[in-house]
């Protein structure tokens, strides 16, 4: 079945920890996005990916780095620069100009 | 920038009543526009779109109609159900402007009661 696959579900990171999110798709989607929703909030881009080996700086960039080598993946990288890294992180994909698939997200909590 | 805004929550409704949730956008191209559902400790779900002026986009007894002469793109649903219980977001996506980047507003939380 094809789909977009996020782990691990869950994942605790302590300060001053980089960690690293996987995001994996098999749709041939074109395009790749993660995002951060905190309780209660909607969703705030941090970056997003239109084809390999190119990506952009969403909303919330700062303290997050992404890599996009192969089309399949996108990971993010939450690094010790982020000062409030607990959230929910959801990553997308779509074609180009077409309606996204998300993940079941990660929820990452700093202990 | 583009942006999207949509009615703050939560709303709270009977079952088979009607269901409203306004959306407005600001884009300075032509977007397309989207509602996804989010179901508790999930990810997002398309639930309609559309991509020109006009267009409505349906489905699950869901609807919305792309305004472009008031920049809105209004959720509907004649008769909601307990499983109708979620988050709904509006989305735009304006290729020409910003590429694929997707912009979604705040959410609005349905609660739906036997």
């Known amino acids: 079945d094809g789909g977009i696959t996020q782990s691990p579900k869950y994942l605790f990171r302590k300060e001053g920890q980089n960690v690293t999110l996987s995001c994996e798709q098999n749709?041939?989607?074109?395009?790749m996005y993660w995002y951060r929703q905190d309780p209660g909030q909607g969703l705030r881009l941090i970056y997003y990916?239109?084809?390999?080996?190119?990506?952009q700086k969403g909303d919330i960039a700062e303290g997050y780095s992404v890599s996009r080598e192969k089309k399949e993946s996108f990971p993010l990288t939450v690094t010790s620069a982020q000062k409030n890294p607990t959230a929910f992180y959801l990553c997308?994909?779509?074609?180009?100009?077409?309606?996204?698939?998300f993940g079941q997200g990660t929820r990452l909590t700093v202990v | 920038g583009d942006s999207v805004t949509q009615m703050e929550g939560p709303v709270t409704l009977s079952e088979e009543a009607f269901l409203t949730i306004n959306c407005t956008y600001t884009a300075t191209g032509y977007p397309s526009l989207f509602w996804y559902v989010q179901y508790p400790g999930e990810g997002l779900q398309l639930l309609l779109k559309a991509t020109k002026a006009d267009d409505k986009g349906s489905n699950k007894g869901f609807e919305a109609t792309y305004r472009k002469e008031t920049t809105s793109f209004h959720l509907e649903k004649g008769s909601v159900q307990v499983s109708d219980s979620a988050v709904y977001f509006c989305a735009l996506m304006d290729i020409k402007a910003a590429g694929n980047k997707l912009t979604f507003g705040g959410g609005t939380r349905v609660l739906v009661k036997p």
């Open positions: 997308a994909s779509s074609i180009l100009e077409g309606s996204a698939f």
């Open positions: 749709l041939n989607h074109d395009a």
């Open positions: 990916s239109q084809i390999v080996n190119d990506f």
